[in-house]
Structures are given as C-alpha cells and as structure tokens.
T-cell receptor
Framework: GAVVSQHPSWVICKSGTSVKIECRSL??????MFWYRQFPKQSLMLMAT?????????EQGVEKDKFLINHASLTLSTLTVTSAHPEDSSFYIC?????????????FGPGTRLTVT | GESVGLHLPTLSVQEGDNSIINCAYS??????FIWYKQESGKGPQFIID?????DKRQGQRVTVLLNKTVKHLSLQIAATQPGDSAVYFC???????????FGTGTLLAVQP
C-alpha cells in the first residue's frame, strides 16, 4: 500500500526559532498533499492544501506567513513553523493523495510531535 | 493552544462484543466518507470507506452504514478485540472542495 513518511517524528525547539517538518510519499507521486494539526483529545484540523509546483491553499484562520508550505517535488512537501511559540506545540500530520488511486483516498503520515519551550 | 477539559466521547465494550460507533456529518453535498483509526501518537489509519451512492459497505470485521437522510454514518466492528482500542474518526470529502473534514472522534476502549 501507499506509504507516507514524516521527519522528524518529534522535535523540541526554543520559542522564536523555526522548525521544518518534511512529508514524503515513498512509493507514489503525490500532486496534492495536506497538512493537519491535532491538539490532545481533539480531531484533525486541516491547515492547508499543498499542490506541487504552486502555492499552498490555506484554511481560514491559518497564518500563511507563520506556516510556510513548500511542495517542491511530487514526493516531498515541507511545513516550516516560523518563530515558533508554545501555543504552536501540537501534533502535525501530513497526508498525500495518489492520483493513480481512486481519487479521494488520502494516505496519512505518522505525525510529528512539536514541542516549543 | 490546547483546550483544557476536552474529553472524547468514549465507548467501552467487552472483548468479543460488537461495537457501533456513530458520527453525524455536516455537509449534505459530501460524496465520500471514510472511517479512520488512530492509535496514540500515530497518524490515522484507513479502515473503510463508502461513497454517497451506497448505504452499506462491508469489510473484514467492519461495516459502514450511511444514512444520507439524517446525515449519519456508523462503523460497526464485529467481535471487538483489545487491538481495536483506539480513537475512531469519521471524515467526509466535500464534492466541491475535495477536502477531508474530520469528525470529533470516539475513543473505543475494549475491556478484556
């Protein structure tokens, strides 16, 4: 089956620094990837849709200058949390859609736990 | 930031019993629905899906029922096992937006 990886699996950073999270589709090419964040005991909230070769589309209320998304290739999307603050601490999950599959199914990565101190 | 005091709805079942997890979705225009299982500290894992032109679909030990009249989705797990303990989310794909929107989730606790 389709596999999506994320790196790192967890990261601790100091307030004010930036952190980059990578999302890779390992065995398929993903024209579209999605970034979600999840707080404890809550659901996944879509942050943005990342399209290869074009600008990401952000959901309402998500600051695009704070959460920079780059989908530079068909197998890699990155999320950079800039000037991180403790309230950005969360579980960040990416997913990828395989255009060769049925079209709707998304394959999820294992998530990245970000802790900002 | 984090919200304090939130609790996921919890369904507690005995091992071997059948489980039914319910979900109300919001968009009558959604055309595709998926159930995901999420274990602690991991990403969501696909369980089963159903398109809006169907009302029932069966997999291995799992069945999804879709009632479009009342915008209700359910996941039935037969002979629940301890390994089924996790949070279960329903998700709907909007026909117009082609994005997945997740429900609030249900914690399934299987008692041995």
């Amino acid at each position: 089956g389709a596999v999506v990886s994320q790196h790192p699996s967890w990261v601790i950073c100091k307030s004010g620094t930036s952190v980059k999270i990578e999302c890779r589709s390992l065995d398929f090419q993903a024209t579209t990837m999605f970034w979600y964040r999840q707080f404890p005991k809550q659901s996944l909230m879509l942050m943005a849709t990342s399209n290869e070769g074009s600008k990401a589309t952000y959901e309402q209320g998500v600051e695009k200058d704070k959460f920079l998304i780059n989908h530079a290739s068909l197998t890699l999307s990155t999320l950079t949390v800039t000037s991180a603050h403790p309230e950005d601490s969360s579980f960040y999950i990416c997913s990828a859609r395989d255009p060769q599959a049925r079209g709707y199914e998304q394959y999820f990565g294992p998530g990245t736990r970000l802790t900002v101190t | 930031g984090e919200s304090v005091g939130l609790h996921l709805p919890t369904l507690s079942v005995q091992e071997g019993d059948n489980s039914i997890i319910n979900c109300a979705y919001s968009n009558s225009a959604s055309d595709y629905f998926i159930w995901y299982k999420q274990e602690s500290g991991k990403g969501p894992q696909f369980i089963i899906d159903i398109r809006s032109n169907m009302d029932k679909r069966q997999g291995q030990r799992v069945t999804v029922l879709l009632n479009k009249t009342v915008k209700h989705l359910s996941l039935q797990i037969a002979a629940t096992q301890p390994g089924d303990s996790a949070v279960y989310f329903c998700a709907e794909n909007g026909r117009a937006t082609n994005k997945l929107i997740f429900g609030t989730g249900t914690l399934l606790a299987v008692q041995p």
